[in-house]
């Protein structure tokens, strides 16, 4: 379901396409976290990164899924951590504005040329 496959994430993996397209990504949320990792064993102090699906249409994004994971220095292996614990105020990911929100504003832009039109032949009939 909501759990994002963390593998697909140690290289940017993206697909773009003239109109539409997708990818997947990480941003290192630049905290250091010491604990054994789960898959080598070794304690390491391992960089708290979010992964982050979006999808876009003309270039206009929205990120569809999250995840917040700690990555080991040695092997690259991401181990989940609960999202709940990363408090939100404190840790503000740089995902691209048009990633997390062009969608919005290809949305935004359409309403108000639809508007504009709508005015222009009420105008233009007066």
């Known amino acids: ?35 054994p990792c789960e898959r080598c064993k ?26 917040h994971v700690l990555i080991c220095p040695r092997c690259h292996e991401p181990s989940s951590i609960d999202s709940d614990d990363v408090t939100q105020n404190a840790l503000k ?8 929100h062009g969608i919005y504003l290809l949305a935004s832009l359409l309403i108000a040329w639809g508007a504009f039109v709508v005015i222009w032949q009420y105008v233009k009939g007066s």
Not at 20 to 27: A, F, L, Q, S, T
Not at 42 to 52: C, E, I, K, P
Not at 93 to 100: C, D, L, V
């Open 93 to 100: 990911p740089r995902i691209p504005f048009m990633r997390q």
């Open 1 to 35: 379901g909501d759990r994002l496959e963390q593998g697909k994430y140690l290289s940017t993996n993206k697909a773009h396409m003239l109109i539409w397209g997708w990818g997947r990504d990480k941003v290192d949320l630049g905290v250091s976290v010491s604990r």
């Open 42 to 67: 070794v304690f390491g102090d391992s960089r708290l990164s979010l992964l982050y699906e979006w999808k876009h249409i003309w270039g206009f994004g929205q990120v569809t899924k999250r995840q």
